[in-house]
DNA sequence: TCGGGTATGTGCCACAGCGTACAGACGCAG
DNA sequence: CTGCGTCTGTACGCTGTGGCACATACCCGA
């Protein structure tokens, strides 16, 4: 009987030939990501990597006024600490968990050790990184350029993508501080979505109704991160 | 007599240890930017990969609709062409000349087979991506949150930052086009900008006549950039 | 069952930025 | 010197979003 948790429900580490998992294995810890719980400050040295496998992670950089926007966000798809390989230790950003799940977390020193190595594991990740920096140049653009309704909708698709099934606890005010936007803005653009039919949603609860249609609402920069990851993360790893 | 171009006037390439370095060397190509050189196309292949040394490169996305915004820019702190090392080969977003002047290009194999030695010049070029991260994601937060002429303070600065003095050869119209903004919306900011003193310009050239006051005028989002990439690239290079 | 906290809906005003149009101002080529 | 193209300045109305205030709806626990 397999068991419910298993670490290569993480794609990065599904991705992993069989050795090289081998050695990562003895050191994956499972670990509950309640809502809420901070990953990683500003500026703080990061000791461990998570690899999330039902949680979604969002890396947000904090205003000194205390406003947010969120930068890029980490699912099943990802890892959460990636200034630990690429050599920084941190970040100025912080990362959150924005919907509650499981994840693996590593020893810094562990996977360090296995990156230097050079092998799959290093292609993986910073094509990875690659995806991640894509997503944060899209959200630049799409900060810039678009209208909070399909900004909304650009969220929801990605979160949707994490997630196992086609609802999400979250309320509006959570999402406005992701989106770095008035919690009313999200209620209006949310109140459009709903009466179009495209989601049903109650007190922190989102139900997708018809993700077509969800498609057909949002910008292009949605499209540009989910074929950018895809070509980058396509299991058959390309050297 | 010294020659007026040297590649170590990068400095990434004079971060490089003597041995690395002379790896490199016999195949650094002294090239001229000029302005609007188009370095890299939206998923082209990176045949080349650029060390700017006079020249400025910006990093933008260009919307199906023809507008576009600017990512991160880059000079002789870095290197343009980053999706080569990370494993991607392209990127969605295009990589053109903003300022003009010098650089020494690389072919893609030359610097990918140094790479992946795994030795300081792999450590140095993560560490640049991972300041160039940092730029992508404050273009995020800066795009959300901040006023037109906030923004352009900044991109002042980053500008000031990679040329050698204060006078830079750029119209309002290409500054609006780098920023994702109209036109009329910089010739605003800038006449601020220089009715307070802070700036003279005149068809095409503007002169920073008080950094200090720009400084204090800008948002967060420079010292942010700043500080981080001066943290990640001090010439002693932590392993 | 009732109360209090939380989540959502709505309305109002202010204003920054957009789209558009057009008027100077400057500089270079002829 | 003249004319034309380019760059910069200014004005107008419009809309999306921010800031604020408050009303309603729902849930859970006492």
Not at 115 to 136: C, E, N, P, S, W
Not at 137 to 161: G, I, K, M
């Amino acid at each position: 009987m397999p068991s419910p948790h298993d670490p290569r429900q993480n794609h990065l580490l599904a991705a992993l030939p069989v050795d090289e998992y081998a050695h990562l294995l003895p050191h994956l810890e499972l670990v509950p990501m309640p809502l809420g719980t901070l990953l990683y400050e500003s500026g703080a040295k990061v000791r461990h990597v998570y690899f999330p496998t039902t949680a979604i992670v969002s890396l947000l950089y904090v205003m000194e006024n205390g406003s947010s926007a969120e930068i890029a966000v980490v699912g099943y798809d990802g890892i959460a600490g990636i200034s630990l390989f690429m050599g920084g230790e941190s970040t100025p950003n912080i990362a959150v968990v924005q919907s509650a799940g499981h994840g693996y977390r590593l020893k810094a020193g562990v996977l360090l050790a296995e990156f230097t190595k050079g092998l799959d594991l290093q292609h993986l990740l910073l094509r990875y990184t690659q995806a991640l920096i894509t997503q944060m140049a899209q959200t630049a653009v799409c900060n810039r350029h678009h209208a909070v309704e399909q900004q909304l909708c650009r969220w929801l698709l990605l979160s949707l993508d994490r997630l196992p099934t086609s609802e999400l606890t979250m309320t509006q005010d959570l999402i406005a501080n992701m989106l770095g936007v008035r919690r009313e803005g999200v209620t209006e653009a949310a109140g459009h979505l709903q009466a179009a039919g495209l989601i049903h949603y109650s007190r922190g609860k989102i139900t997708v109704l018809d993700r077509p249609k969800l498609e057909a609402r949002v910008c292009e920069c949605y499209a540009v991160v989910k074929r950018e990851s895809d070509r980058l993360l396509s299991d058959r790893i390309s050297h």
